[in-house]
């Protein structure tokens, strides 16, 4: 294997993350969502996580199993062995190999020095578990530390995470205003800011990057909305369909160049 640049490191500045991977072509959150996001050359791959009641890290969005599992109930209620029984309900259709919700140590071992990673914690704020422990662990010991960002709109979740690990990235989400995103990020250690459009412009992304933070334009499947992150010079922003949107960064660079 070669290694990759650190995160947000490499040979232009506008990153492209698919939001659960390749969503639109396969179920989400699953390895063949991811495997095809590589395949469309994504620079990031987003995914969520859980913790199990055996404490095992899960990826999954949803906090209950009814939505695009066979299963139902909790997540944190399952143990690993009874999530590993259970289907993704859209792979199923019209005689697809069923597709499982991976451990997060799978998806690590395949992605390492492959492609970068965005790892959302989805953590309730009334949840007392390890989650941000375990996730660092389960980084450090696939020494990912620079091909990985953890995220959260449970911003607990972050100031858990320097307690366990100073090195990997912190990505604060937001889908409210942040009045003074500069000293929020500094007060909570994070280095980005995860916010949609509407709550950005060229000063407020400028100020970011003038203080050293970086700015991450949420996600979206608009083109419209990619353009004008392009223009503003957004860092990163995910899509459930990173092949139009790596279309759309050519075009621009083209007509920049």
Known sequence: MVNIDSIYQ???????????GASKVFPENTMSAFKKAVE??????ELDVHLTQDEQVVVYHDFYLEKNTNGN?????RTVSEINKLDIKSSLLKGNKAEKIPL?????????DKVWINIELKQMEFLNEPLAKKVVGLVEYYQMEDQVQLMSFNHKSLLDIRKYNKKIMTNAISASLIVNPIGYLDSINAQVLNTPIIH????IIGEL??????????MSDSTEVCRRL???????MDTNVPDIMIE?????LQEIN
Do not use: C, Q
């Not at 997060?104 to 390492?112: C, F, N």
């Not at 392009?230 to 990163?236: I, Q």
């Open 40 to 45: 469309l050359n994504a620079d990031m791959l």
């Open 10 to 20: 490499g040979n232009h500045l506008f990153y492209i993350g698919a939001h659960r």
């Open 104 to 112: 997060l140590e799978e998806v690590l071992a395949w992605a390492k």
């Open 230 to 236: 392009l223009e503003w010079n957004v860092d990163a």
């Open 209 to 218: 990057h003038n203080a050293g933070f970086l700015v991450h334009g949420s």
């Open 248 to 252: 759309e960064r050519t075009k621009f």
């Open 73 to 77: 109930g909790f997540i944190g209620e």
């Open 200 to 203: 950005l412009s060229p000063s």
